[in-house]
């Protein structure tokens, strides 16, 4: 059957600590830091892993939705990335409209051109994952 995102960490957790010499890359919230791709943008990303500081090809972050905030129509042309919704509303544009809400799950494929757009009261947040890592 199916594992929901906190069943998965706690995989990973384990795996990690399951190989003799395997040493996990640690954050705090301290660490990170909250930004906008470019000037026009209107969600934000605070990045948690990408290649620079964790030793694979993917990026994790959370992404953050003002009321009517969305990304830019984008395409990633190898990686597939996944959202899972933290706390909001909104739609997920891919080749339909769809209504997403805390709790949900989308998984894009490479070359799948998509948006998300809170349509909400109140901030959109999602845990964003991409493998392999092709940058925002």
């Known amino acids: 059957g199916y594992i929901n995102v906190f069943e998965f960490l706690i995989l990973i957790n384990y795996d990690l600590h ?6 996990p890359v640690i954050k705090s919230p301290k660490d990170y830091q909250a930004y906008r791709i470019s000037t026009c943008d209107s969600n934000r990303l605070v990045i948690i892993f990408d290649s620079t500081n964790a030793n694979a090809s993917l990026t994790c972050c959370v992404e953050i939705f003002d009321v009517s905030g969305q990304t830019p129509p984008n395409r990633h042309q190898w990686a597939l990335e996944m959202f899972f919704l933290l706390k909001g509303e909104g739609v997920d544009i891919c080749v339909d409209k769809n ?15 998509h948006l998300i757009r809170n349509t909400g009261n109140t901030r959109l947040y999602t845990l964003t994952i991409m493998v392999p890592n092709e940058d925002f």
């Open 99 to 113: 209504t997403i809400k805390a709790g949900d799950s989308l998984l894009v494929p490479p070359t799948g051109t």
């Open 18 to 23: 399951s190989f003799p010499g395997v040493v």
